[in-house]
């Protein structure tokens, strides 16, 4: 099996940088992508190929890879940015696809 | 516009089969590779299949594998689960997803059908 290591929760204040991490052993050779997941909703892809945005989400989301571990920021989060972020990924035969277990954004 | 449209969900004992639907409009759906995730409620997101634009690649979860199959209609614009041998642990909203090129980026997501397992 592969896992895909997300802290449960990060908490920052409005305006505040957030950073939500994700490692796996095989992040060295294989890309990351991003979900957001808001209440109610289904996901929406936010980042993807480690750092790349798609065209209709805001710049304040950023994405980086380094050795085993991805980070996905979140510049001046708002209220609104609020929900489940995962990341998703392979391991490094490229059969086993997984997702993160999430991480809860909060934002006050 | 770009939609992505499930069904088939719905009660299926311990056992028994679900054949659930994607309907797909809006973009050329014979160039995607197509997947389906599920998500128990309240819970993560659980990768479970997915299928190369033109059926030749094809892989499955280890927790479906040998109970589901994945399947394309490129002409109907559709993408298929046949789940066989239902658990009480797949019971979860199931949603079809939309793969990039070249990669597995799901840009579109459907709006997800809830399966319930249940004797």
């Known amino acids: 099996s592969y896992e895909l290591t997300q802290p449960p929760s990060v908490s920052v204040s409005p305006g505040q940088t957030a950073r939500i991490t994700c490692s796996g052993d095989?992040?060295?050779?294989?890309?990351v992508y991003w979900y957001q997941q808001k209440s109610g909703q289904a996901p929406v892809l936010v980042i993807y190929?480690?750092?790349k945005r798609p065209s209709d989400i805001p710049e304040k989301f950023s994405g980086s890879s380094s050795g085993t571990m991805a980070t996905l920021t979140v510049r001046g989060a708002q209220v609104e940015d609020e929900g489940d972020y995962y990341c998703y990924s392979t391991d490094s035969s490229g059969d086993l696809r997984v997702f993160g277990r999430g991480t809860k954004l909060t934002v006050l | 516009e770009v939609h992505l449209v499930e069904s088939g969900g719905g009660l299926a004992q311990p056992g028994r089969s679900l054949r659930l639907s994607c309907a797909a409009s809006g973009f050329p759906f014979g160039d995607y590779a197509m997947h389906w995730v599920r998500q128990v409620p309240g819970r993560g997101l659980e990768w479970v299949s997915g299928?190369?634009?033109?059926?030749?690649?094809?892989a499955y979860a280890d927790s479906v594998k040998g109970r589901f199959t994945i399947s394309r209609d490129n002409a109907k614009n559709s993408l298929y689960l046949q789940m066989d041998s239902l658990r009480v642990e797949d019971m979860a909203f199931y949603y079809c997803?939309?793969?990039?090129?070249?990669?597995?980026?799901?840009?579109?997501w459907g709006q997800g059908t809830l399966v319930t397992v249940s004797s």
């Open positions: 997803a939309k793969g990039g090129l070249r990669n597995d980026a799901f840009d579109v």
């Open positions: 299928i190369g634009y033109d059926s030749g690649t094809i």
């Open positions: 095989a992040l060295p050779r294989k890309y």
């Open positions: 190929e480690d750092s």
